[in-house]
């Protein structure tokens, strides 16, 4: 089955611990992409990847971390997380142009 | 920049009734445009898509029409039915440089009433 897979799906963690939330899509393709979620505010994309070793800031990337060492996997890194990174994330890829594939979403609690 | 925007936070209709979701874009250059749907605590699904050489793309149920003229896009969904309660948002494809950038609307929470 065609899907994006993320781990964990929920999280609570304390400011400062280091976490990273996993990704991996099985459809080969090129672009993948990181957005967090918030009330109001809809879809804010953090970081996006057009290819392997190829990644971008997108609009709201301060305080995460990403990599792209494979083109399945596309890792979110938050180095030392604070309360304002707590949202609701998801990870996408997609074809070069095409529709996004979206993972089911980790909620993300920073105390 | 590219912006992304729908015209109601929240749309009531009766269960069996049609209804039309809206969203507008800034950038004319725009060429790629996607519907989606998202259920309380999952991932958006995609609907329907469209590209600027169309107008109008039919699914099952559902139709989304663009007009390029005002920079408009919508979705409409026929006999409304409990399942179809969700939020609806629009995305666009901005490229710019070789590079690629989704730009998705706030959403529209669509009530379906019995």
């Known amino acids: 089955e065609a899907q994006v897979t993320q781990n964990p799906r929920y999280l609570i963690t304390v400011t400062g611990k280091k976490l990273t939330v996993t990704c991996s899509q099985n459809m080969n393709h090129e672009y993948m992409s990181w957005y967090r979620q918030d009330p109001g505010l809809g879809l804010r994309q953090i970081y996006y990847s057009m290819n392997v070793e190829v990644t971008d800031k997108g609009d709201v990337p301060e305080g995460y971390k990403v990599s792209r060492k494979e083109k399945r996997n596309f890792p979110l890194i938050l180095e030392s997380p604070s309360p304002n990174q707590t949202s609701l994330y998801f990870c996408a890829s997609s074809l070069i142009g095409g529709e996004l594939f979206f993972g089911e979403g980790s909620r993300l609690t920073v105390l | 920049g590219e912006s992304v925007g729908l015209h109601l936070p929240t749309l009531s209709v009766q269960e069996g009734d049609n209804s039309i979701i809206n969203c507008a874009y800034s950038?004319?250059?725009?060429?790629?445009f996607i519907w989606y749907k998202q259920e309380s605590g999952k991932g958006p699904q995609f609907i329907i898509d469209i590209r600027s050489n169309m107008d109008k793309r039919q699914g099952q149920r559902v139709t989304v029409l663009l007009n390029k003229t005002v920079k408009h896009l919508s979705l409409q969904i026929a006999a409304t039915q409990p399942g179809d309660s969700a939020v609806y948002f629009c995305a666009v494809l901005k490229r710019d440089s070789g590079t690629y950038k989704y730009i998705f609307g706030t959403g529209t929470r669509l009530k379906v009433l019995a």
């Open positions: 950038n004319s250059a725009s060429d790629y």
